[in-house]
């Protein structure tokens, strides 16, 4: 066979059956779907299934004491705090830089993108310990801090400002794509209508990116509540005042407590699936609109 009727028969090939390239034999198939489902079972729903079970061993009595214990209490309130006062900043930075990066052109627009994805790329705990050369007794800014009576390692505003670090990205980097694919067409439309720029924004930037920007925030939540590394070196692991979560369960069981361990794992583990199940509702809406939104701007182009 020639090169010409080799090229002929590749693109009779591609114009062909779909059946036929795409589908695999039945043993194939199921092979491939037990394994998987096999995986599944043994990584992720065997170890939930043990998680409560374990944290169940005592009875529902000692269960709650467990979660009511005053350092339990302490350690969800701290959690909870960190991770707004994280969602919070980072929808608003991550908005503003999307804004910024998908609408405009400015200096500087590619080391923006560098630093956003900067805590990708570095260690949790390298970024706690950034903080403590900082922030610390020792560190740059330590004399000062001292001086004026003000403490960020090892008391909530470290705590704060390491869980904040390591949620930075997810808001933009959930934006930035959704805003570049959406172009800039309807802001430019509404800015010759004679609307102004938080009008412009509020009535049709905002509608366009909502549920992207849910799901940034929800993928910036659970970061937020299950980050371990770089809290665990700014906290001082004080009970009662500088223990999340994740450091509480760590604490309990390094103390041989096992099954309040496992009661306060639990209630991430709760918090965890409560937020997966909203990530994939509104992931599946999300991905829908992502679908919709290129026919759309062709509709209207056209």
Known sequence: MDNGKLIVSLKDGERGDPSRSLTEPRWVRWTL??????????????????????????????????????????????????????????????????????????????????????????????SGLVYVLLFGLQGLLGHWLRDHDLQVIFAVPGIVLATLFVTFPFVSRELIPLMQEQGSEEEEAAMVLGAGGWQ????????????GLLYGIILCNT??????????????????????????????YNDYNFTAAFAVASLLTFLALLTLAAKTLVGLKYGEERRILPAALERERA
């Open 223 to 252: 970061r937020a509540m299950g980050e371990f590394g770089a809290v665990s070196v700014v906290s001082g692991h004080i009970r009662g005042l500088t223990n999340t979560l994740p450091l509480h369960v760590e604490i309990l």
């Open 200 to 211: 412009t924004f509020w009535k049709v930037t905002l509608p366009n990116i909502q549920w």
């Open 33 to 126: 779907i037990a394994a998987a489902l096999l995986f599944m079972a043994l990584f992720v729903l065997v170890p939930l299934i043990q998680v409560f079970a374990s944290a169940l061993d005592k009875g529902i009595s000692y269960y709650y004491d467990s979660i009511r214990d005053p350092d339990a209490l302490s350690a969800i309130r701290l959690t909870l705090l960190a991770a707004f006062v994280s969602v919070l900043f980072n929808t608003v930075f991550g908005v503003a830089s999307a804004w910024a990066i998908a609408k405009f052109r400015f200096p500087g627009k590619n080391l923006l993108l560098t630093l956003i994805d900067l805590p990708f790329t570095v260690s949790p705990v390298v």
